[in-house]
């Protein structure tokens, strides 16, 4: 199934709009004299700009041969479209020039632009991939709603759809929706009646139609190969020889479900103004031709036609442009509108005839594309549509889009939560390293205390046995002022201590103990008047608290005394 409009975001995005607005024009007027499929295109024009698109209309008209004609001009179209919507409707007098990239560029939500006609560009029916590119460069969205010639493989029908995201508009689906259930669950009987002059054109149609139709009625012109195959008489009617054997095999397989005319109007000429003759459709005389049905076989078809479930028509019953052979075409067209079967009637000059006998809106479909319509019906596929993305397709990309979003967020989620694991292991690291702390604080107490006896010798000494460090650095210094002093810091203390014990009990001795404080004190100044080595420094520092440490140790030795 084909992706529609409907399933589109359609705000602010300019949609290139491929439309068939191939209508006849009176040249000397200056008028549109048939509007049907400008009209069968306002339902997918008006949807668009209500979604707020900036729509960007593209068709052709006529057949110009690549060359700018302004008899072919879309401007006429425009100016009709300008009036049946309401919105804002300008005109490109190029397709992709300037002038249309200026208009394409200025547009707001709801403005329609129509550019003109493609086939003035030789590149479109050529399908020509640089002047799709160029088409495509205009918008942001392609939607196909030219069924009359999505049968075509041009640049604007089939190669736009390579260069952007594309969708049908609502003619072609009500189209494909007609036509699908026509040829897969018709309502019984189903009646197929099948005219016109190319049979060439038609045979892939009745081939296709024989299984699922109950009968296929024949007139126009290609009834007289059939006729011919048969073994009638048909005068200088239109005859394919190089189909005869094909008609005469249908008409084997088919029995009595394909239908052939009863009677004819005949003339010598299409021209002729000699009044026309009614001869059987197997005796027309070698200087006549068969131009229209005749009375009997516009009856015989009614009957057909009335009884049906479904009617299918394609093709006129004869040369309807002239009014004297348009008899059986307006019948047909009557009795197809007035039967309560489904009806669906094929574009082109069937859908011409429907309209200028005024029973076109009595008829349930009528299809804008004949030649598209008859390649459905021959079960062929049309490049233009198959051109459009399909919806499961769609769906299934954007599926694929989200899975592949969801496994990259999913690696985002496994890789983040990962992360914290790795957290987790550091933090539960950090905590064994915290409890090892908390075990080891008095070691690393210890430690810290040793780094630090580096850094400040004094504190190290005071706080980490201070009174042995001061007795090695004491043992030092004794030994380079005096020989006899080697046994350490213990007689020192001894000495000091008796004396400062001495000093209390016998005042009388103050004098004394002044003159050694000075003799010290004047030993010190001689000391201190030489550079005083490192280890020097450290007695000193440590001289300090080791008196009043010795002190308190000499007390307690004379109290236990």
Known sequence: MKRTIKDLELEGKKVLLRLDLNVPINNQTHEITDCTRIMESLGTINYLCEQGAKVIVCSHLGRPDGKINPDYSLELVAEKLGKLIKNKVSFAHDTVGKEAKKLTSQMENGDVVVLENLRFDKREEQNDKTFAKQLASLADIFVFDA??????????????????????????????????????????????????????????????????????????????????????????????????????????????KIVLPKDNICNVSIDSEEKPKKFASDKIPDNYMGLDIGPKTVRLFKKYIKKAGTVVWNGPMGVFEKEQYAHGTNKIAKYVAKTKAFTFVGGGDSAAAVVKTGYSKEINHLSTGGGASLKLLEGEKLPGIEAIQNIEDVKASQEEGKTKTSEKSKAKKTSSTRKPATKKASATKKTETKIGEKESTKDSKVSSKKTTQKKSVAKTLVEDKPVEKALATNKTATRKNSSKNLTGKKPAEKNITEKKIAVKKNPTTKKVNNATQEDSASLSEKKSTKKPSTEQKVARVAQKPRKKTTMVSSRKKVENK
């Open 147 to 256: 069924f009359g010639t999505s049968h075509r493989k041009h640049a604007s029908t089939y190669g736009v759809a390579s260069y952007l995201p594309s969708a049908v508009g609502f003619l072609i689906g009500k189209e494909l929706k007609v036509i699908g259930k026509i040829l897969s669950n018709p309502d019984k009987p189903f009646v197929a009646v099948l005219g016109g002059a190319k049979i060439e054109d038609k045979l892939p149609v009745i081939e296709n139609l024989l299984p699922k139709a109950d009968y296929i009625l024949i007139g126009g012109g290609m009834a007289y190969t059939f006729i011919k195959a048969m073994g009638g008489s048909v005068g200088n009617s239109l005859v394919d020889p190089s189909n005869i054997e094909l008609a005469k095999s249908l008409l084997e397989k088919a029995g009595n």
